[in-house]
């Protein structure tokens, strides 16, 4: 227990800037408030997200691109789109002779 509290404590002193450093779009009551939920944030990184990192750490190895084993779409099944119609050929045939 002691050792958790420590770790508490250091969270909350590495936290006093949030005291100490005014900001314009920030009020007095703002600031401590964020102070005071230091110690909940310590709380679930010493927790959740510790055992979180020791998954990510154990899991690493494991990680490939995450993509599908088989491609549905290659580039032989895409087409270019659907043809001109006859009106657009002979409009674009007009518009380009001088």
């Known amino acids: 227990m002691v050792g958790a509290s420590a770790a508490i404590t250091i ?3 590495t936290a006093a800037r949030y005291l100490t450093v005014v900001r314009s779009d920030q009020s ?7 102070f005071a939920t230091v110690p909940l944030a ?7 997200m510790r ?8 899991t690493v190895g494991r ?7 088989k491609v549905e779409i290659t580039a032989a ?18 518009i380009r002779r001088p």
């Open 11 to 13: 969270y909350c002193i």
């Open 28 to 34: 007095r009551a703002q600031r401590i408030l964020t």
């Open 63 to 69: 990680l490939g691109w995450g993509t599908r084993e």
């Open 77 to 94: 099944s895409v087409t270019a789109g659907p043809e001109p119609s006859d009106e657009f050929v002979e409009l674009f045939n007009t």
């Open 51 to 58: 055992v979180l990192r020791w998954y990510a750490m154990i």
């Open 42 to 48: 310590a709380i679930w990184s010493l927790t959740f």
